[in-house]
């Protein structure tokens, strides 16, 4: 099998390549890092067996079929319920906080079993998640973030009779194929279904690929998806099915409705109306070049509220000291969209 290292694809085909995709698909693929786009060609031009650049471009010339497919496998799937699981922790707490209740009180473990995590990481992680489970994070963690909690929009609102108006506005963005808003609705659906007095709430979830959002709206999922999500929230929202192969998990189809789905290159802007208290953004920024991430985060932020909240993946980090996001919570990458220079 050709290795993608032994392709080469010189500037004038990448840049012949990408002008033509752009024709086809009106998707902004500037935006990203050419080393991420070349990947997925190179994965592409394999896949159909093209060895030359030109060849593929013929290919993609010829037939919208591989147009589809190439946007199919340009989506960031590297995802699984409840990935970083800190952060969900850290999110059902401001919520259970805001709503005056006691975790002592409602069932919410979020976090997997240690044996569960060790079935699916390798050696070298196995390290980073033993060294992990011996620092383990003193009541007073997230105190940093917690400081900041009355300035939160989503955390005032917590305080108000629910109603419309009032309203929790989350969006994921990009969700791949669910994962990340499964699991901020598993999060609210559970809250939900043990305190009365729980808000109203909206989930949307936003991808480029067609084929991952219609994997999403299916709700079937591999093991691999479930490796860092805990047995009650596993028992709670799956069923076990049987393929020839071993089983799948379905998740259960309240949740389905619980979240509106959108097909959109979010590069050109957001195809609905909301403005946003939470926005999941995660792993999204590291494909995008430098020049282009700026003009991204002004279509996020400009979709947040203010005192709404942006939360990144844990390896990304704004640079830009003159933007309204603000870090709050340094260990899980969580931002604050504050007009004020003080915090």
Known sequence: MKLIESIHIDSISYRKLIKLLRIKTGLNFEYYNKPFIEKRIKARMIRVKCDDPEDYLKEISSKEEEVKKFIDGFTINYTFFFRDYDIFETFQDIMVQ??????????????????????????????????????????????????????????????????????????????????????????????????SRFPKYRIVASDIAHEAIVKAKVGIYTDDAMKEISDYY??????????????????????KGDIEWIEEDVTQGHKRPYKYDIIFCRYLLIYFNRENRAKFLKIIEDRLVENGILILGKTETLLDRKSSLKLIDSRNRIYIKSSSNIL
């Open 98 to 195: 805001g709503l005056d209740v006691s975790k002592k009180d409602i069932e919410c473990d979020i976090k997997p079993d240690p044996s569960k995590l060790a079935r699916f990481r390798t050696k070298a992680n196995a390290a980073k998640s033993s060294m992990k489970n011996r620092q383990a994070k003193p009541d007073n963690y997230y105190m940093d973030l917690f400081v900041f909690l009355n300035r939160l929009a989503f955390y005032k609102k917590l305080k108000l009779a629910p109603s419309e108006k009032n309203c929790i506005n989350i969006w994921s963005c990009p969700c791949a194929t669910g994962e990340e808003p499964y699991s901020i609705a598993m999060v609210m659906d559970n809250l939900k279904s043990q305190i």
């Open 234 to 255: 596993e028992n709670k929202y799956f069923t076990k099915q049987k393929t020839h192969f071993g089983h799948n998990n379905a998740i259960n189809s309240k949740l």
